[in-house]
């Protein structure tokens, strides 16, 4: 038991900056606190005392606002930042080395009695405010996008955001070979996790897939009104009003306009 606890303090130490020395973690860090009521309310679930149990998961939330059913399965060095608004459900079963932040929630889909909370494997990390639902799996070295839903499995080393979760990164030898421009690989960097999200730089998918589609429909305007003169100057009489042209700094509001920055440069219309 005293080893587990001098493994998560070392945690800390690893992951929150602001962690100055132990006895500010033992006192004034109520993630952990909770993580080591929950090992003990476990024990006593294992035990079938489980009133107990439930009892003392209820006095962990009511100190720590963090939640977490006596028969969730936690790996080691488990760490909860901050922790308030934290709910785990009673099948999930998370690996080692996880980190959540803030607002997560690891919740059930269904009141069918079995396995009906997400699994995290090792070195996951979840962002604030967060809902993982579902008997999904996240594979090793997955990261969760903080206020992202996500309802589907995600493969190791992704990154996935939005509502519903939509995988943006994933690391692999064939998408480093891919990646010959280094674009993504920078944007992976600056990227890394922001558990909370706020980074101007992060490459939404559905807005990417929209600028470029905006972009394509410019060109081909242009075509059409090139060709439209052409046949005009041979004494044709078509075309006789110009197309009107889409602007994509009308969609700044939308993020599309930032898209069509990112991917101008890798973006190759088929015409």
Known sequence: MFRHIREDIKSVYHRDPAAR????????????????????SHKLWGWRLKWIARTLSTFGRFITGVEIHPGATLGRRFFIDHGMGIVIGETAQIGDDVTLYHGVTLGGTSWKAGK???????????????????????????????????????????????????IILAKSAESKEQNTDGKRAKIAQKYGFDAYAVSDDNPDPVASAMGMLLEHVHLMDNKVQEMCTAIQEMGGEVCSESVPKMNLDDFEATGMSQAKAEDHDKFDPII
Request: a positive charge.
């Open 21 to 40: 020395n132990t006895l500010e973690i033992l006192t004034n860090y109520p993630g952990l606190h909770a993580i080591w009521l929950h090992r003990i």
């Open 116 to 166: 009906r909370h997400p699994t995290l494997e090792d070195n996951v990390v979840i962002g604030a405010g967060a809902k993982v639902l579902g008997p999904i799996t996240i594979k090793k070295g997955a990261k969760v996008g903080s206020n992202s839903v996500v309802v589907k499995d995600a493969p190791e080393n992704s990154t996935v955001i939005g509502i519903p979760g939509r």
